[in-house]
C-alpha cells in the first residue's frame, strides 16, 4: 500500500516563505516521476512542478523561478520550497507520483495522491 502525506503548509503573508513535505510509504518504482501540484479555490488542479530520476525539473510558468522540488531518496521524502509567495498561490498543495519514469504535465497521468496541505497567503 503506497501512501502520501504532506506537511508543511501554513499561513504567512504575502512574500512569505514555506517548505513542503510528502513523505512516501509504500514501495514505488524508483525510476517513477514526483510532482507536486496546487488547486486553488474555484480552479481545476494543475501541476505545480515535477523531478524524475536523474534529478531533472519541471515548473509551472506561474512558479517564476520563486519555488524549487527536490527529494531526499534516503528518507523518502519530496520537498517544496517555496519563497515570495502571492496570495494567489492560495490553495491546497498535493505531492503525486506517476506509474511511468516520464514526467507529464497532465494530471490524469498521475497515479499516487496525498491528500493535500493547505497554502495560505495573506495580503
Known amino acids: 500500500q503506497v501512501q502520501l502525506v504532506e506537511s508543511g503548509g501554513g499561513s504567512v503573508q504575502d512574500g512569505g516563505s514555506l517548505r513542503l513535505s510528502c513523505k512516501v510509504s509504500?514501495?514505488?518504482?524508483?525510476?517513477?516521476?514526483m510532482g507536486w501540484f496546487r488547486q486553488i479555490p474555484g480552479k481545476e488542479r494543475e501541476q505545480v512542478a515535477s523531478i524524475d530520476s536523474d534529478g531533472r525539473t519541471n515548473y509551472a510558468p506561474f512558479v517564476e523561478a520563486r519555488f524549487t522540488i527536490s527529494k531526499d531518496r534516503a528518507e523518502n521524502t519530496l520537498y517544496l520550497e517555496m519563497h515570495s509567495l502571492k496570495p494567489e498561490d492560495t490553495g491546497v498543495y498535493y505531492c503525486?507520483?506517476?506509474?511511468?519514469?516520464?514526467?507529464?504535465?497532465?494530471?490524469?497521468?498521475?497515479?499516487?495522491w496525498g491528500q493535500g496541505t493547505q497554502v495560505t497567503v495573506s495580503s
Open positions: 503525486s507520483v506517476e506509474d511511468d519514469p516520464w514526467c507529464s504535465s497532465y494530471v490524469t497521468d498521475w497515479v499516487y
Open positions: 509504500g514501495y514505488i518504482d524508483p525510476t517513477y516521476c
